[in-house]
């Protein structure tokens, strides 16, 4: 026997004069905006997280506009149709090859993890070719080492994800880099990893031809609450404490700010003003260590980023993160990775 199915008929009321009047004034000055063509140039191992925290603002922008305001293109740095890995393993196929695109009034380079070094000069050459043609130039993730490797970066603020900062600077010390989520200077339009793009992109759409109004309104539909351009990268243990405990932050500020020169515990309880007593507690009462402990972890932690990421000889590592002693070094680094330092990187740059 066939399944019966039942038809519903439902009227919807009309919207009244007072709510169209209120959706006409909340809409005001979103719908005469200018067509603006955006390409995102996916690299292999790119960002995901960063490609959608990007896109998913302009799509829902255009929505809310009623038409495409903002035309996004998904650029591949290959052949046409080649796909493109993520870094967590997903596939994408960009809707047109590097070689063969058109004109775009921005581009944004959603950078892998990690940065290749090698096989990269096409992508400079065309970096470069958008920057003469006086196309906006965006890095998203790791993206912004890429416009400092084409030099259109010089002169400008940028920033990048903090585990890559060291790269950075290494390579282009006469780079101004900030530890901010995001950067918007003149016509480069920088940001670090992680859902950072959706700052960016909530103030991109709040600058002309978007509007301050459009952009609340992305950021309502996208459950999120808005990041200024003054906000900083959490990084280390202060991710762990949250608003609670504005002195505990503050000494852990103060022990990633004095790395290669240490401070004594002391010393930072007198620059939070506390005891030295009373800091004891709150770090065994917050992370089960003291102090002392959490310094050294915090000293390791940038120790391997550097590592990792520079190409650094180890004593000048070890110079770098405060310690003394080549030899205590490599055993703090050995207790506190089970690896020791020279054997951590090689596994690191084999899994490249």
Same mark, same amino acid.
């Given at each position: 026997?066939?399944?019966?199915?039942?038809?519903?008929?439902?009227?919807?009321?009309?919207?009244?004069?007072?709510?169209?009047?209120?959706?006409?004034? !909340?809409?005001?000055?979103?719908?005469?905006?200018?067509?603006?063509?955006?390409?995102?140039?996916?690299?292999?191992?790119?960002?995901?997280?960063?490609?959608?925290? !990007?896109?998913?603002?302009? #799509?829902?922008?255009?929505?809310?506009?009623? #038409? $495409?305001?903002?035309?996004?293109?998904?650029?591949?740095?290959?052949?046409?149709?080649?796909?493109?890995?993520?870094?967590?393993?997903?596939?994408?196929?960009?809707?047109?090859?590097?070689?063969?695109?058109?004109?775009?009034?921005?581009?944004?380079?959603?950078?892998?993890?990690?940065?290749?070094?090698?096989?990269?000069?096409?992508?400079?050459?065309?970096?470069?070719?958008?920057?003469?043609?006086? +196309?906006?130039?965006?890095?998203?993730?790791?993206?912004?080492?890429?416009?400092?490797?084409?030099?259109?970066?010089?002169?400008?603020?940028? $920033?990048?994800?903090?585990?890559?900062?060291? +790269?950075?600077?290494?390579?282009?010390?006469?780079?101004?880099?900030?530890?901010?989520?995001?950067?918007?200077?003149?016509?480069?339009? +920088?940001?670090?990893?992680?859902?950072?793009?959706?700052?960016?992109?909530?103030?991109?759409?709040?600058?002309?031809?978007?509007?301050?109004?459009?952009?609340? #309104?992305?950021?309502?539909?996208?459950?999120?609450?808005? #990041?200024?351009?003054?906000?900083?990268?959490?990084?280390?243990?202060?991710?762990?404490?949250?608003? !609670?405990?504005?002195?505990?932050?503050?000494?852990?500020?103060?022990?990633?700010?004095?790395?290669?020169? $240490?401070?004594?515990?002391?010393?930072?309880?007198?620059?939070?003003?506390?005891?030295?007593?009373?800091?004891?507690?709150?770090?065994?009462?917050?992370?089960?260590?003291?102090?002392?402990?959490?310094?050294?972890?915090?000293?390791?932690?940038?120790?391997?980023?550097?590592?990792?990421?520079?190409?650094?000889?180890?004593?000048?590592?070890?110079?770098? $993160?405060?310690?003394?002693?080549?030899?205590?070094?490599?055993?703090?680094?050995?207790?506190?990775?089970?690896?020791?330092?020279?054997?951590?990187?090689?596994?690191?740059?084999?899994?490249?």
């Amino acid at each position: 026997m066939m399944p019966a199915f039942i038809t519903l008929s439902l009227e919807l009321p009309m919207p009244s004069d007072d709510a169209r009047s209120k959706a006409k004034h !909340a809409n005001a000055g979103m719908h005469d905006l200018r067509v603006v063509r955006i390409g995102f140039l996916l690299l292999d191992n790119f960002s995901l997280i960063a490609l959608g925290t !990007a896109v998913d603002p302009l #799509r829902i922008a255009n929505m809310l506009v009623e #038409r $495409t305001v903002y035309e996004y293109t998904l650029i591949g740095a290959n052949g046409n149709g080649d796909v493109v890995r993520s870094s967590d393993g997903i596939r994408v196929i960009p809707d047109v090859a590097m070689a063969e695109s058109g004109a775009f009034d921005a581009v944004f380079v959603v950078g892998p993890n990690p940065i290749p070094r090698k096989g990269i000069g096409a992508i400079m050459d065309w970096l470069r070719l958008q920057a003469r043609r006086g +196309t906006a130039l965006g890095g998203l993730d790791t993206g912004s080492y890429f416009l400092a490797r084409a030099g259109l970066l010089n002169g400008y603020r940028c $920033t990048i994800h903090w585990e890559d900062q060291d +790269t950075l600077l290494e390579q282009f010390p006469k780079l101004t880099v900030s530890n901010r989520l995001y950067e918007v200077d003149r016509d480069r339009y +920088t940001c670090s990893g992680g859902v950072a793009p959706l700052d960016l992109m909530v103030h991109l759409l709040a600058l002309p031809p978007g509007s301050p109004t459009l952009a609340a #309104r992305v950021l309502e539909l996208l459950v999120a609450e808005r #990041r200024g351009h003054e906000e900083r990268q959490v990084t280390s243990l202060r991710q762990y404490i949250g608003d !609670a405990h504005a002195k505990l932050d503050e000494a852990l500020q103060v022990m990633e700010s004095n790395i290669e020169e $240490t401070l004594s515990i002391a010393e930072i309880a007198v620059f939070v003003k506390v005891s030295q007593r009373q800091l004891e507690r709150w770090f065994h009462e917050r992370f089960g260590k003291t102090p002392a402990q959490a310094y050294v972890e915090i000293r390791l932690l940038r120790a391997r980023q550097l590592l990792y990421r520079t190409a650094r000889t180890l004593e000048d590592v070890c110079a770098r $993160t405060g310690f003394t002693s080549l030899t205590h070094f490599s055993t703090r680094y050995k207790a506190q990775f089970g690896i020791s330092p020279i054997a951590d990187r090689r596994r690191y740059q084999k899994a490249l």
